[in-house]
């Protein structure tokens, strides 16, 4: 989870992680929690845990997401579905976009003005092998998902995005971000821009 305060004050949890009471004193030490975001159709299944806890908070979705079977069968409740560009509850703090995937893939990225931090959830992953059992950091090895890139089992629906797709991620690495953060290992907490542009170079 990344937690972003917005000009306001108010909080952002962006693909927030499982819920606990210890969890949630923390976050609030830090700000009123006003809006939950799942930024794309896997980043989505603790989100009802925090909406009991905070129930006059906004919840966002990634588009596609609330058509799917796991989610409609599910207590979870979407809000509004985010897009290519920041609405007005955040517009002042975040620049947004979407990268339009294939398979029912997209993603929502946030761009944080002051830190120059752009926030990201699976299209980089950068997992520390020595961390991983045996087993899944074969696997994970094999699919460049420790290497500070796009895994290679997400680079099929990104392709599959065709030219917006490209288009999209050209945006993400003009931004030049100082910091880069993603749901999946270690961010690149410096040389944000050239990092962010090796990571696709796949693609672009």
Do not use: C
């Amino acid at each position: 989870m990344t937690i972003i305060r917005l000009e306001n004050g108010d909080l952002l949890l962006h693909s927030p992680t499982p819920y606990s009471a210890e969890l949630a004193r923390a976050i609030e030490a830090l700000g009123r929690v006003r809006h939950l975001v799942a930024p794309n159709i896997a980043h989505w299944t603790y989100i009802a845990d925090w909406q009991r806890a905070y129930p006059d908070a906004t919840t966002w979705a990634a588009p596609g997401l609330r058509d799917r079977a796991q989610v409609r069968a599910s207590s979870v409740r979407f809000d509004a579905e985010l897009g290519g560009t920041a609405p007005a509850e955040w517009s002042d703090t975040l620049d947004q976009g979407m990268v339009p995937a294939g398979a029912g893939f997209n993603e929502i990225w946030f761009f944080h003005r002051q830190t120059r931090t752009l926030v990201l959830v699976d299209l980089i992953e950068n997992l520390d092998p020595d961390k991983l059992p045996p087993v899944t950091r074969l696997l994970m090895q094999a699919s460049a998902a420790t290497d500070g890139t796009t895994a290679r089992y997400l680079r099929l629906p990104v392709r599959l995005g065709g030219a917006d797709a490209r288009k999209a991620v050209r945006a993400i690495v003009a931004l030049e971000p100082d910091r880069v953060i993603f749901a999946h290992g270690q961010p690149f907490d410096s040389n944000g821009a050239a990092r962010l542009k090796r990571a696709f170079e796949w693609l672009i």
